[in-house]
């Protein structure tokens, strides 16, 4: 490493299927422990995970401890990352860095759910003395939305949603640290720009040069490790454009010592418009239609009210399927949805 003397944790950032996984591969290829016991292969990831078990089955665990599991897109309980009850699990995560880390100066972690579990993570590296910086993950969320239905059956919208919450946990609480925005598609397609990039945003040095490693990268990295390729274009069709944003304004992020002020500002724009959605559609066991429902036939609703409520349901259905105006319109268009559920409310 560049920086002598300072422990270091390389920490892989990404949503499932997005090639968090190949990125993990060449990180060890390059030398870097990424666990000293890994998660084995399996059918759906032949080459490996590159996923510390240890690190595994605490986030398991912490999820559980926090009420909900990896698969929501609900935002975690944020005030309770130092809570007591969660001291032990802090006590376990910190040993476990120290004794992975032993005599390196760096090891690496991944595993996608540290998205969204990263401020308890960095309260671990705090407290063990270590100081992190990330490569995150960017891949097509059209993609990764169908290599989740292959393998889960996961429904695309709900993946996409997921997708959101991950990538944008991951940008806000990974901000102002060391961190590198990366594409799968490059790592595939050239892994050693991809490698030289990363050495240069993040100022390490790996263990091994990418002209040492480049034919384990080489037998390592192949086409058939990507299953899924969408059109960028076809994005724009789903929740008002809200995804097709987030996904180019990430890409305009990548391979950047620096992100502005003004682009971090309109990032965070993007994200209150996927919060106040989330929050509405999403909601585990809600259906929208049976509450309209209810709400029109037994909500005691007349004259004005009953025809506010058919047209929050259109407005609703029209934002759920994607068919509203994905970019200058949406904004008028959720300003609208949310005066009619005070108006309602009132």
């Known amino acids: 490493m560049r920086e002598q003397g300072k422990k270091k944790v390389i920490c892989v950032l990404g949503m499932h299927r997005s090639g968090t996984s190949a ?11 990424m666990g000293r016991e890994l998660i084995g292969a399996q059918s759906d990831n032949p080459k490996g995970f590159y996923e510390n078990r240890k690190v595994v089955k605490l986030n398991d665990k912490l999820f559980a401890a926090l009420g909900t599991w990896s698969g929501s897109a609900l ?14 699990l802090k006590e376990k995560a910190v040993n476990i860095v120290r004794s992975e880390l032993g005599d390196e100066t760096a090891f690496g972690m991944k595993d996608p759910r540290l998205c969204r579990l990263l401020p308890f993570w960095l309260g671990v590296f705090r407290e063990a003395g270590v100081e992190p910086c990330f490569v ?8 990764v939305a169908g290599s989740m239905l292959a393998r889960d059956g996961a429904a695309i919208e709900r993946t996409l949603m997921v997708w959101a919450a991950y990538m944008l946990e991951a940008e ?5 640290l060391p961190r590198a925005f990366v594409a799968f598609d490059d790592l595939i397609e050239n892994p050693g720009k991809v490698v030289g990039d990363i050495s240069d945003i993040l100022g390490i040095e790996f263990p091994l040069s990418y002209d040492v490693a480049k034919n384990d990268i080489d037998r390592f990295l192949d086409a058939e490790l990507k299953h899924h390729t969408v059109d960028d274009g076809k994005l724009a069709g789903y929740l008002a454009g809200i995804f097709s944003d987030l996904y180019a304004k990430f890409s305009r992020f990548t391979y950047r010592k620096e992100i502005t002020t003004e682009e971090l500002n309109e990032l965070d724009a993007i994200g209150k418009d996927f919060t106040r959605l989330r929050g509405f559609f999403y909601y585990p066991g809600f259906d929208a239609d049976a509450m309209f429902q209810k709400l029109y036939f037994g909500g005691g609703l007349k004259g004005r009210g009953r025809s506010l409520c058919l047209r929050l349901c259109v407005l609703v259905r029209s934002v759920r ?12 268009a959720l300003k609208k949805l949310w005066s009619l559920l005070f108006t309602l409310g009132a």
């Open 136 to 143: 995150i993950v960017l891949r097509n969320p059209l993609e």
């Open 75 to 88: 935002p975690l309980p944020g005030d309770h990352w130092d809570d007591a009850s969660l001291r032990v």
């Open 23 to 33: 990125f993990g591969g060449v990180l060890s290829a390059l030398g870097v422990n």
């Open 172 to 176: 806000l609480h990974s901000r102002g």
């Open 321 to 332: 399927n994607g068919l509203l105006p994905p970019h200058s319109k949406r904004r008028a």
